[in-house]
Each structure stands twice: as C-alpha cells, then as structure tokens.
C-alpha cells in the first residue's frame, strides 16, 4: 500500500524554498531588495560680486567772466575806443549832446574834489559830444523840466575856483564838489588837481562821477558846459538816466 506521504513536487519545493531548510534537496537564499541611495549634491556657490567705483569726475571749470563792453563813438577820424570787446556804437552830433549813458560803471574817478583815480567803485557813467575848446564841465542833476535838484553835482571846478550860480545849491568854491572824470581816446583829460583844458573842435567823451546813488532809471541830469573867455555856463538838453 503506498505511503500516505508523497515527496513533494519540484514545483512545491521551488514554492517552499524560501520558507523551508532545503527539504527538496534545493536551497534558497533570501536576497533583500536593493536600498535607494539618496545622492545630494550642494549648490555651486555664487559668483563673487564685482563693484566696480569710477573715479570721480573733476569738477567743470569756472564760466569764464564777460568781457568788458568796448564803446566806440564815431563821427571824426580816428574813433574813439574804450575797453578791450563788444561794440556800442555812438555817432556824434554838434555842439552839446549827451549821447548816452553806460549800463555799466567804469572806475575813473573817487569821492572827492581832486579824487582823478579809481576806489575800487565804479562811477556813474555817460558819453557825450562836445564842441572845444572847453576849460570847464559841470554835471548836475534836475528834475524833468531842468531845474536843478537834489542837491548833487560833480564837476572840474576844484580847489578855490569859484563855482558858477547855477541854482544847484553850490555857490561857493570847487572844493566842496565832487570832481568829474572826464576821458578821451583812453587818456584821462583831467590834470592831478582835476581842471581840464579840452582844445578847438569835436570832443567824444566818457564822463564819470562817483556814485551818491542818483544814477538810476527815472533820474533827470543836465550838462554845463564853460568855454574860455565865455561870461556864463551853457547847458545841454536835459537827459534821464
């Protein structure tokens, strides 16, 4: 009678064999699954940062200063020049006129009967024609029909010369007025004491009196003018600043 126990199938065994101790004359091994291995690389580091400073741009240089106006009266041979650039140009008329006056101040003259040099100040200045000869120029100033006012006047009468009455409130000697600078072809007429002697024929001139604050827009001025030999003073139309 055959054994109740059969020896198991291959097939059985191959099933088995990773239960059992090798019973089917097979043997196992349990492999265990592969392990994951995680690889983590770290970040590049980042690029070093580059400041780059320029060096400081050199300050721009200074606006150069504005010439000084140049003003040439016309009208007889040679030309009167004053300055060094620019033009404004004066056309002479006969007899007495004041042709104009300057929007800038040169610095001819001081505070003082016989002050003929600068101080550092500039004056208030006109150009005129005139008829020589000539020994005597007074500037006064008026109101807007030409009778004198305000009690300001420059002149070439200086030291003891008696003044002219000419209602400006100086009657007495040149001393107590301030001197009138009086140039011509870039010399400068008045002698040291501040008299002129302007000889026959046409005159352009740049006349200058230190400022008292009268020489401003609204301003009215007059002219005199003293001939040698001649009894009284002639004056000039009235002209404003």
């Known amino acids: 009678m055959p054994s109740p126990f059969r020896a198991p199938s291959r097939l059985a065994c191959l099933v088995m064999s990773a239960i059992l101790t090798p019973a089917c004359g097979l043997s196992a091994t349990l492999v265990p699954p592969p392990q994951t291995q995680v690889v983590v690389s770290a970040p590049p580091p980042p690029p070093p940062v580059q ?17 000084p106006p140049q003003v040439v009266v016309v009208g007889a041979p040679p030309p009167m020049v004053v ?33 003929v040099h600068p101080d550092g100040e500039p004056d208030g200045t006109l150009a005129a024609s005139l008829e020589g000869p ?28 008696p003044l002219p009455h000419i209602g400006s409130g100086f009657d007495g000697t040149g001393d107590s007025t ?38 401003h827009p609204g301003q009215f001025f007059r002219l005199m003018v003293h001939h040698p030999g001649a009894a009284e003073w002639g004056g000039s139309p009235v002209f404003g600043w």
Do not use: Y
Not at 85 to 103: D, R
Not at 137 to 153: M, R
Not at 195 to 203: E, Q, S, V, W
């Open 51 to 67: 400041v780059e400073v320029a060096a400081p741009a050199p300050p721009p240089p200074p606006p150069a200063a504005p010439p």
């Open 83 to 115: 300055g060094q650039t620019g033009t404004i140009s004066i056309t002479m008329s006969p007899g007495i006129a004041i042709v104009s006056h300057l929007p800038i101040g040169f610095d001819m003259v001081g505070k003082g009967d016989s002050a």
């Open 134 to 161: 000539i020994d005597g120029l007074i500037l006064v100033t008026t109101d807007a029909s030409g009778a004198p006012c305000c009690h300001q006047q420059w002149d070439t009468v200086v030291g003891q010369d």
């Open 178 to 215: 301030f001197v009138l600078g009086v140039m011509e072809k870039n010399v400068l007429r008045n002698d040291p004491t501040g008299r002129i002697a302007l000889g026959p024929g046409k005159h352009g001139v740049l006349l200058t009196g230190s400022s008292t604050g009268f020489f």
